[in-house]
């Protein structure tokens, strides 16, 4: 049983654990699970003054549950992989681990941080989140996460891993 | 814009715990491993797309149960879903998270948990994530929405 407990776990497993953390957010602080909101307050909480309405005019303490919950799984990461693990997981395969493997991940990442932002959500808040209610722009935005990423890991592929 | 935004002591707690939940649950499920993602794009396995669609469906379920219910928060108010309106950035917007994604490896979830597990090379995933928030801030005016 623990050492079980200790491998990764199954996708269906995986998936009820994960979808229920949409009702709990609900039931504890009637709020709807999303992540990415969560660079905008981080923003806006260090830079109140940026030049930019999207950040100045932004309530960040009103997204404070959000950062506790952000700071949830940063511990929950250090958790899994120190205890709950039996092996080291590998997070990023051996070819990022450069120059060239860290430039892939800061234009990535700028890829992640603008396109969550302008398409106002992410897997949680647009795919889990959004499809759960019903909410069909959640479904678009959830196709073209998809568009997105084949796209680039069809197309330019080859050349970037 | 919500109605409630400060929480007791108790129910930050249990926020916290939840995220604890679900960072433990993004890296035992390996939806923080690049491979995985790869592999989803590649269409190589199931994995990603069980995960997340049985996640969707438990998500469903919960939230007809929730509404049926009738059930309130532990602030005892009624729980309503704020719908994400339909904008072009949604089209543009995901596509441009997608090729992130590919990228990267990691959606925003998991870039967090990566931190917390010590894989310090996710702490430039997030410095680009920060970056491309910054952008969206300053364009964000002259883009289509």
Not at chain 1, 66 to 77: A, S, T
Request: aromatic share 14%; hydrophobic share 50%; with cysteine.
């Amino acid at each position: 049983m623990v050492s079980l407990l200790l491998q990764p776990w199954p996708w269906w497993l995986s998936g009820i654990l994960i979808g229920l953390t949409v009702p709990f957010l609900y039931l504890v602080a009637g709020k709807g699970f999303g992540i990415s909101t969560s660079l905008r307050h981080i923003g806006a909480a260090c830079t109140p003054n940026a030049p930019f309405e999207y950040l100045n005019k932004h309530n960040w303490r009103g997204g404070t549950w959000n950062l506790i919950f952000i700071g949830g799984i940063v511990l929950g990461g250090f958790i899994a992989t120190r205890f709950l693990s039996a092996e080291t997981v590998e997070f990023l395969p051996a070819s990022y681990y450069s120059a060239g493997g860290a430039l892939r991940l800061l234009a990535g990442g700028v890829l992640v941080g603008f396109g969550t932002r302008y398409a106002g959500g992410c897997t949680s808040g647009h795919a889990i989140t959004g499809i759960s209610n019903l909410n069909w722009p959640s479904l678009v935005a959830t196709i073209f996460f998809f568009v997105g990423g084949l796209l680039v890991t069809w197309g330019i592929g080859s050349l970037l891993f | 814009m919500q109605t409630n935004n400060t929480f007791s002591t108790r129910a930050y707690g249990g926020i916290l715990l939840i995220g604890l939940y679900f960072g433990i649950l993004l890296v035992k499920s390996e939806v923080v491993r690049w491979q995985r993602v790869h592999d989803m794009f590649l269409f190589k396995e199931v994995h990603m797309y069980g995960v997340i669609s049985v996640a969707i469906v438990v998500g469903a379920l919960s939230m007809l149960l929730i509404k049926r219910l009738e059930v309130k928060d532990m602030q005892q108010k009624p729980i309503v879903y704020e719908p994400k309106p339909f904008h072009k950035g949604v089209i543009f917007g995901g596509m441009i998270f997608g090729m992130g994604w590919a990228i990267t490896g990691a959606c925003p979830g998991p870039i967090y948990a990566q931190i917390g597990a010590g894989e310090w090379l996710a702490v430039l995933t997030f410095i680009g994530a920060m970056v491309g928030m910054y952008l969206y801030a300053w364009l964000k005016p002259h883009l289509p929405h």
